[in-house]
């Protein structure tokens, strides 16, 4: 396979898992917002509060947060310091780039196998819902290995990229400066 397919193979799984991970994530804002609306129209309108919105929201809100990290990495979108990057040409930016994109991916798979633990646990305790007592929280909880399993898919595909001599999309090369992206976007 040559560097080019092997580029464009990475970034199209990327792409395609964080896509549809951001995708639920939307819904999971939508069903966020009438939840709230829900809860605050029982609360003040009815006088009758819910006593699971708070929690339900607050899981939803984990789901947004974990199916949507993946594509915020592919799209370059984290929180990141890159005034080194700017500065760097050549080898010195492709090297930089790799290095944060495999802090990324470390923490992405101490956050998957970590995260897998947590489920493990809560799963061989029963622990349920405080405010729905028939609900188990393990399968919330699951989010927390998916979302950053996928994080780790996306960011190990950004360092074939890099290691294929590409730039991964989004991530523009310094000014008077042409890298290949990895082409499929």
């Not at 609360?43 to 899981?59: A, I, K």
Request: with cysteine; hydrophobic share 55%.
């Amino acid at each position: 396979m040559t560097r080019d397919r092997i580029a464009a193979s990475a970034t199209a799984a990327a792409r395609w898992a964080s896509t549809c991970a951001t995708a639920i994530a939307a819904v999971a804002v939508l069903a966020c917002f009438a939840v709230v609306c829900w809860g605050v129209a029982a609360r003040y309108f009815f006088n009758r509060p819910l006593v699971w919105s708070d929690e339900v929201s607050g899981w939803l809100v984990v789901g947004i947060v974990m199916l949507a990290i993946a594509d915020c990495q592919r799209r370059n979108e984290n929180i990141g310091v890159d005034l080194l990057l700017e500065k760097s040409h050549g080898r010195r930016r492709a090297g930089l780039l790799a290095f944060g994109m495999a802090m990324v991916a470390i923490c992405a798979l101490a956050m998957t196998w970590y995260g897998v633990e947590m489920v493990q646990f809560s799963r061989m305790l029963d622990l349920r819902s405080n405010t729905i007592g028939w609900v188990p929280v393990w399968p919330v909880q699951v989010l927390v290995p998916l979302g950053a399993g996928l994080l780790l898919v996306v960011s190990v595909a950004q360092l074939i990229i890099v290691a294929t001599g590409r730039t991964p999309d989004h991530y523009d090369a310094p000014a008077g400066e042409s890298v290949p992206k990895a082409g499929i976007e």
